[in-house]
């Protein structure tokens, strides 16, 4: 299962990669905008929005690529790693 995480926060970053590599899950992380989101984000099965840690914007670019693609989207307001976990539970 390949996974998009928007938002988060940039000292959680090794916590998010082994908790997805547990999962067996490969992992793209963006906790800030890069130029060309919309291009790098590609085509995941799982798009996972912590909305507290990230733009207005930036949501609002990862939804209409989701939803562009037939993407399913997950959101959550904590960014916390058993926030992760519960969602992963959820998908997978």
């Known amino acids: 299962m390949s ?3 928007v938002g988060g926060h940039d000292r959680m970053v090794s916590q998010y990669n082994s908790i997805c590599k547990s999962y067996r899950c490969k ?3 963006f906790t800030q905008v890069p130029s060309r989101f919309k291009e790098q ?4 099965d ?3 929005l912590f909305t507290n840690t990230v733009s ?8 209409q690529q989701a939803e ?3 993407v399913a989207i997950a959101r959550s307001h904590s960014s916390s790693g058993s926030a992760l976990k519960e969602i992963l539970d959820t998908y997978s």
């Open 27 to 29: 992992l793209k992380l």
């Open 46 to 48: 799982l798009i996972i």
């Open 56 to 63: 207005h914007k930036m949501v609002n670019m990862a939804v």
């Open 68 to 70: 562009k693609k037939g």
């Open 3 to 5: 996974i998009v995480i």
């Open 41 to 44: 984000i590609g085509c995941p």
